[in-house]
């Protein structure tokens, strides 16, 4: 195997998208299009991997980290420029450069790996890697000579109709001998219909010089999509979740309805979970066998166990134990861990909490910067008050407390073990174990006053 170096471009603005976002972070699944690029290209071994970025520079830079190093194109005059940007950095190197472009992110690992196999044992300077498609409209085309050779590129712009009817098309990916391509690419000129330095003309510069050029064909042109506007960013959705969904459902996952299904790229599932319609995980997400979620659920970057029943309701950040009753309709904000066996039920907001094992929140409550114990009901209605205008404080309800409807914990406060708050309280000290505290007018009852007040005698 030769050395292997890749050049994703991402500069361009995407003007088509329609957007102030630029296009190579829109999502799909809730991950930015290009990680999907710089996933699929991880396990083929590449040695150094150079993004080309342009508008919106910096939010690139910060989405993709230290994978790669970076280079901006300053100005956008097309895409054989966008690759010369890479010279200071890659020009020395011996091996195999694959340039993709970061709005093409549905194509495989296996595709990019047959493609560099495909290219190091043909030993070309450069291979394309073409597919055909029932509509090449937008896409370069790949022209052949009559001994089926590839001769060169033509941009759907410059294509004559002749040229057009040709269904054979560029996908933005090729394969290159790193020394060729840079020595090619000080060659390509703009005298096209875009005014643009265009990458493909390399292929026919190659050609001239009388090198080596193929062209790997991929079956499946669903991989192959390239994301200009929102539609192909729909297209491209649906093909990734199809993908993503029959994985998991080889893998013994119950996904009741998988069109109304959104399954992120990193989310792991194990076996005999079920998932109803409506629902989107996403993020590294976890969830252990036997935990069943839906109908419309959202869940993004939790730590699920087993055997849980989560029911309509919103999951960030957030750690879930074993066995344990989420909703239906209960919205748990990051940092929250629930423990194993709880019950945190409908219209309950858990924020930066910890809730312990055999817990419940039934109803109507809202929990925030609280460690809450073991064995503790929590009624309905229940608010810790952690927020003074200024600073948010923390409540502590030992294990086995019971806390009674309708109550304001006023925080920083602490509700000892085994303690008892009677419902309707507003309670500003710190409760002792087992005590009974109780902060309410007291009541009285006024014999034969109802119908006297209401004129009825
Ligand atoms: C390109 C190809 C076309 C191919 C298609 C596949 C060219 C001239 N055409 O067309 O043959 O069929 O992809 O999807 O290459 N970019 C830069 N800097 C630039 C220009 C573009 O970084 O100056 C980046 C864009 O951000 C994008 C990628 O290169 O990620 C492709 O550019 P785009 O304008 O989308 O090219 P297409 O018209 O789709
Ligand atoms: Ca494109």
């Known amino acids: 195997m030769k050395n292997r170096y890749a050049i994703v471009l991402a500069a361009g603005q995407g003007t088509r998208m329609k957007s102030k976002l630029y296009k190579v972070l829109h999502p799909i699944l ?47 005059l097309g895409t054989a420029h966008a690759v010369l940007q890479a010279k200071e950095l890659l020009k020395d190197k011996q091996g195999t450069t694959i340039v993709v472009c970061g709005d093409t992110p549905l194509i495989t690992s296996e595709t990019f790996e047959n493609l560099f196999e495909y290219h190091e044992t043909a030993q070309a300077k450069a ?65 096209n219909a875009q005014g643009e330095y265009y990458l493909p003309d390399v292929i026919e510069i190659l050609k001239a010089e009388g090198e080596k050029v193929a062209a790997f064909i991929t079956e499946d042109q669903s991989e192959t999509i390239g994301i200009n506007d929102r539609v192909a960013l729909a297209n491209a959705e649906k093909v990734m979740k199809r993908r993503l969904n029959e994985f998991h459902l080889r893998n013994g996952v119950t996904i009741v309805d998988p069109d109304a299904t959104y399954i992120g790229p990193h989310v792991t599932i194990e076996q005999d979970v079920t998932i109803e319609p409506g629902t989107m995980i996403t993020g590294d997400t976890t969830i252990g066998s036997g935990t069943h979620i839906g109908l419309n659920s959202e869940i993004d970057h939790c730590e699920i166990g087993k055997d849980n029943v989560i029911r309509q309701s919103v999951l960030k950040n957030s750690k879930i134990g074993n066995e344990t009753s989420i909703g239906p309709f209960t919205h748990i904000r990051p940092e929250t861990s629930v423990g194993d066996l709880a019950r945190i039920g409908n219209f309950v ?10 817990t419940s929140v ?32 923390q409540t502590i309800i030992e294990d086995g407390a019971f806390v009674g409807c309708n109550t304001n914990l ?30 309410r007018a007291r009541e009285s009852s006024k014999a034969g006053y109802a119908s006297k007040l209401l004129g009825k005698i």
């Open 410 to 439: 006023i925080a920083p406060i602490t509700i000892g073990e085994g303690a008892l708050v009677a419902a309707g309280s507003t309670i500003s000290n710190d409760v002792e174990k087992d005590a009974l505290a109780i902060a």
């Open 30 to 76: 809730g991950q930015p299009m290009i990680r999907y690029v710089n996933d699929a290209l991880k396990p083929t071994a590449i040695q150094s991997l150079v993004t080309i970025v342009g508008h919106g520079a910096e939010d690139v830079m910060a989405e993709i980290g230290d994978e790669s190093e970076f280079v901006v194109q300053e100005e956008q």
């Open 127 to 191: 291979t394309i890697l073409t597919t055909k498609v029932d509509d090449p409209t937008g896409y370069g085309r790949v022209l052949r000579d009559e001994s089926l050779n590839v001769t060169r590129i033509v941009e759907h712009k410059d294509a004559t109709d002749d040229e057009k009817l040709v269904d054979e098309i560029n996908t933005g990916t090729y394969c290159f001998d790193n020394e060729a391509l840079f020595a090619a690419l000080e060659r390509v000129g703009n005298d």
């Open 349 to 358: 907001e858990l924020k930066k909490s910890e809730i312990g094992e055999d």
């Open 362 to 393: 039934s109803h109507l409550s809202y929990i925030g910067d609280a460690t809450l114990g073991k064995d503790i009901n929590v009624g309905c209605g229940t608010v810790t008050v952690n927020y003074d205008g200024i600073n948010k404080h």
